[in-house]
């Protein structure tokens, strides 16, 4: 099936601002342009391409369709010529990032109903993808994934994948749900980083340590 102009160019938009946190991460990392290239487009695509494999959909979309590889390579190179502009613009990327956040996890929780998922399988794809392609960022600079660590960031994914799947469960599965969805996604991602919230992490390790 064709996706929409509107639903491609959302999810061009989603691709070019993951790539340039990848980017932003790759050269913060002193990797050279190939380095930075490579490590953009896995932060872009690797989530849809986790969706599309789990849902035995190959080659995934984005390796089918032209512009969803040029586009991390175009914001690769952009990131690597002028970083210290696009690091000034980090609250822009941050808030972009939490828009593309909600829109991939909605969009991938309800490919996966339609695919046949239960609402377990289907939050599950939802939230990889959601959150795939910055563990697989963090993984390829040898740093434990920041969202495993800290940041509300895979909670906001898992809140709206578990809405996604409400509403394919009481038959309101439109567009206003949808759209509300991703909105309640990208609004949680952007209270937890405005107030510094973080999932609970244990306490006294210290003292376990030193024992």
Not at 85 to 114: C, I, M
Not at 168 to 185: M, N
Request: proline share 4%; charged share 10%.
């Amino acid at each position: 099936m064709t996706a929409s102009t509107t639903q491609l160019s959302l999810d061009l938009v989603g691709v070019f601002v993951f790539a340039l946190s990848g980017g932003l991460a790759a050269v913060r990392a002193r990797l050279d342009l190939f380095g930075v290239a490579v490590v953009a487009s896995v932060t872009a695509l690797g989530g849809g391409v986790l969706r599309d494999t789990l849902l035995a959909e190959n080659p995934p979309y984005s390796l089918r369709h032209w512009p969803y590889l040029i586009v991390p390579v175009v914001a690769s190179a952009v990131v690597f010529r002028w970083h210290p502009q696009v690091s000034r613009a980090r609250k822009l990327v941050l808030v972009l990032d939490g828009a593309g956040l909600g829109l991939f996890t909605v969009t991938a929780t309800q490919k996966s109903l339609e695919a046949g998922l239960g609402w377990a399988g289907a939050t599950m794809v939802g939230v990889i993808t959601g959150i795939g392609g910055g563990v697989l960022r963090d993984v390829l600079l040898r740093q434990i994934p920041v969202v495993l660590q800290r940041e509300i960031y895979a909670v906001a994914a898992l809140i709206g994948a578990g809405l996604v799947c409400l509403g394919h469960s009481i038959s309101q599965l439109h567009a206003p749900w949808l759209i509300g969805t991703a909105l309640v996604v990208f609004a949680v991602r952007m209270l937890a980083l405005r107030r510094h919230w973080s999932a609970p992490t244990p306490r006294n390790l210290e003292d376990q340590a030193g024992g």
